[in-house]
């Protein structure tokens, strides 16, 4: 055993140190599907902020590159290790600390998975409001990546859903920020910077987030649209109609039925309206009071007919739940159908058309193709790039994110840019900025030691 | 002329720069109550980021203090400027440049003043949901101190409703960050970065905000109580009922006799209860249906005089937008009862009855006395402060603060830390957090030459 593995195993105890066989495949990736595994030479699995604290301090003085790691269920490469590199685990880091009903937040653990904070808040009828496709991602991995999801619409991304942390600076020092409160003015927001860097700037060992009241009644949308440019236009006309969805979906028709079939979902639409379709849209509303609800969904669904919809069908209970978890797995379908890469560029909704149209033509002008859904609310568009050569997929890739770009969006609404998207972050961002994020990474991390490959790699 | 000026006035033009006693007195002071006035040595009008960026770049050669002012509205001092100074007025960039009604946000020029932001967007029903007392304050200044207001706890402070800015860097180049998106994950964010940094870390010379629909239909609740600590304890059940209030305020009776007085305002309370009350609750409620409206403020009267109330007072129209235009003086009466200053801690919702016993307890032991009111649904209170002797102030200003942090909170919710309130931040901030903090000034702004006594003065 190497003399780092004695003093990391000195700090976080032998049993949960791993080092050379011992360690799972897991560790080294996340679901990027562009990314390649590599096996850190570490994994260490503390139990306290201390622990944290003590294995940064003595990875800066050994040189070793730390990656923090939730779930993994990243789809940037965000926690792949970097070579000789620590994985710092926080999966033994899993309790939630409190579940505060007065100010209406929760206090966990970055461990914590999304299902498991669901269960310890629902029977105060209050829940953590950030749902990323997958339930079983962490809250220190949202904060790593500023995870949206499908009711960041309504409810905003993690960035305003997060109100406070603890965390451990790369030089060892633990530091609080924020806290049970929804607004401070006294100095630079902490808090906020280290949201959405990815594990590069410091590690959040605790994390306070607002909760909400869950609203007892719901129901859904589903309307098909015979003309994918019609969607786009109908997304801010429903968002302008002041309805306040807590979902606002679209899906392209091959992105429907690829999880209908893998889902098995019955949407109840006749094949005749299928095959008129290109694209179809899904929008949720939930209420207090069960007649507002019906009030409104009939002003949604007439909405929509008026926007083009060739059809409006309204799910309620199982049906709409189950229409919405099979959104959720699109992820899933899009791999399984042989995508060789999921991007989520984001771009203001009302270009939402022109990204489209002119991102689809580079796709097919490659021969392969772009398929997709997307919280259409956000202008956050989720496509499955088909494009086996990597040179001419890295050439489109490029074209696509300066199209985002110069239509006013950026590269990733909410998967952040990890090690599948930093490269093309570097090549088409401002010089400025990226020398000013320099500065600010070496701020926080004069040794640079945390998780070095993300945006500067 | 010397040097500076010469060529200072060579970049706005000599009518732009002001000099000597052709500095109005205001370019001196904030609506601070505790921080003396200090004349600049120039005045500088830009009419264009590319003029601001000259200005940086010439006074970090000269080594030339820099201040941004927008109207000048702040109460920490956030404006006021250094010895030998620079005052960047940001007076002339007051254009809204666009009002985007299919993304729902507007573009602007630093220098627009709330209200005429809100006449440039009412025409499309839309608003800008940032509502500080005073409606003469710039976005600028909105985006220098993440200025709150009553309206925060249904839409949030300035960084939840400021999507994008172009800014310049202290060394002078001009970047742009978020843009018309509601959320990015794309690099560390620097929108939310300098927001909040009282013009020490880059100067934005424009804004993209988030506009919101207007709603039709408001209404208000009064409620007086006879007990402090009842209204305190009133206040989570009330924002935990789920109706949403849009204001959610409260005042104790001397504070409210005060602008009841200044504002000739006739509430209807009859004497016999305004005798009883020690503080009364204000909350409002809007909605695009005139009947939801309705049967949620009878819910809300129902619920507040279950919570203790003395009696429950439904105010519309006029009468209710009389009331919060008077809440939103309660600076100048408590300025003209003589106040020595007005601080606005933040604490927990759970926090503030403890609070607030034992705030006005420590004042009342200096012989003075803390009157106030506060945006309470946030756990944001302003206080009065009546303590004549500049070192018993400190003294007992430093307990406040520190009893406000050791409950979870901070120095201020809204206003800033300013030059009135920094030294304390130094005295009883995290050394970890602020010696961080030094590190990011010094990446932006490594002359040092912005509003060098925020923070660190
Ligand atoms: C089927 C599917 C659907 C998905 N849908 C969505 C979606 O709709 N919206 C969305 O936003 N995402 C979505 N995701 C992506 C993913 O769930 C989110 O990115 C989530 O936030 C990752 O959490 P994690 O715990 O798995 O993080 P990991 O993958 O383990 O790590 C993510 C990043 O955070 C960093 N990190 C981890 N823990 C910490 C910590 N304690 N402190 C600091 N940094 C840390 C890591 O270093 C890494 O850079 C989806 C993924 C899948 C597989
Ligand atoms: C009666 C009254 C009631 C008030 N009520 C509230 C309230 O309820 N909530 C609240 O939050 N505030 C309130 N305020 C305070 C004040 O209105 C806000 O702080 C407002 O944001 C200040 O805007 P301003 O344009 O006057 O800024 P200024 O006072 O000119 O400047 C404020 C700070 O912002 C910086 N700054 C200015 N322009 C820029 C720029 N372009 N780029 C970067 N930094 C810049 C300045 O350097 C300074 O540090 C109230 C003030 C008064 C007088």
Redo the contacts between chains.
Sequence with gaps: MGDGAVRLGGIVGDRNLLVGAAIAEDYGHDEALSVEPRKPAYVAKPATAEEVAELLKTASELGIPVTARGSGTGVSGGCRPADGGLVISFERMNAVLEV?????VAVVQPGVTLSELDKATSPAGLGYTVYPGELSASVGGNVG????GMR??KY??T??NVLGLQAV?PTG?????G????????????T??V???EGS?ALATEVTVKLH?K?PHGASVLAPFGDLDQVMTAV?KI??A?LDPNILEYLDNMTMAAIAYSEKLELGVPEEIRERTQAYLVVSLEN?HED?LHEDIETLAELAGELGAIDVYVLEGPAARKLVEAREKAFWAAKSVGADDVIDV?????AMPEFLTKSREMALSTGGGALGCGHAG???VHLAIFCKDPVTRKKLLTDIFALAMGL??????????GQS?NGY?REL??P??LA??R??????DPAGILNPSI?FG
């Design positions: 505060d009903t007065v100010n209406h990546t500023n995870a949206g960041a619409i905003g991304v960035r305003h600076l020092e633990i530091i609080r920020t806290g049970k409160v929804p607004k401070i003015s006294s100095g630079y927001d902490l906020q910077l949201i959405g860097s700037l009241p609203l801010p968002v302008a002041g207090r507002r984001v771009v203001p909704r009302s956000d202008g956050n006013g969006g950026a590269i990733s609404g909410e998967h952040g840019l998207k972050f961002e401002d400025a900025k000013l994020m500065r600010l990474k070496q701020a926080f945006l």
